[in-house]
């Protein structure tokens, strides 16, 4: 069992920058892929960026170049940096641990960009 909590949520204006953290219970292990995703008003979730074992990094196109995805398993965490940050990137954005065929998924941490 992995428990996920999301920081680092909150109010920008666009251009601004955020970093989000995803803190685990238990361990993180090495060969878990750890994503972020998100939820937009009247949206499906999509993925943001996903980090798999090995390093391998995956973004969705529309944030390539702002976001940065990261990993600290001694700390068992994973922060999202996001960058640059438009009114469309306002979501709630969710911590994802997949595991063994088993999707984990934190409570979620609201981000709104809006002047």
């Known amino acids: 069992q992995v428990q996920l909590v999301e920081s680092g949520g909150g109010l920008v204006q666009p251009g601004g920058s955020l970093r989000l953290s995803c803190a685990a219970s238990g361990s993180i292990f090495s060969s878990d892929v750890m994503g972020w995703y998100r939820q937009g008003p009247g949206k499906q979730r999509e993925l943001v960026a996903a980090?798999?074992?090995?390093?391998?990094?995956n973004y969705a196109d529309s944030v390539k170049g702002r976001f940065t995805i990261s990993r600290d398993n001694a700390k068992n965490t994973v922060y999202l940096q996001m960058n640059s940050l438009k009114p469309d990137d306002t979501a709630i954005y969710y911590c994802n641990c997949f595991r063994r065929s088993t999707d984990y998924w934190g409570q979620g941490t609201q981000v709104t960009v809006s002047s």
């Open positions: 980090i798999a074992p090995g390093g391998r990094i």
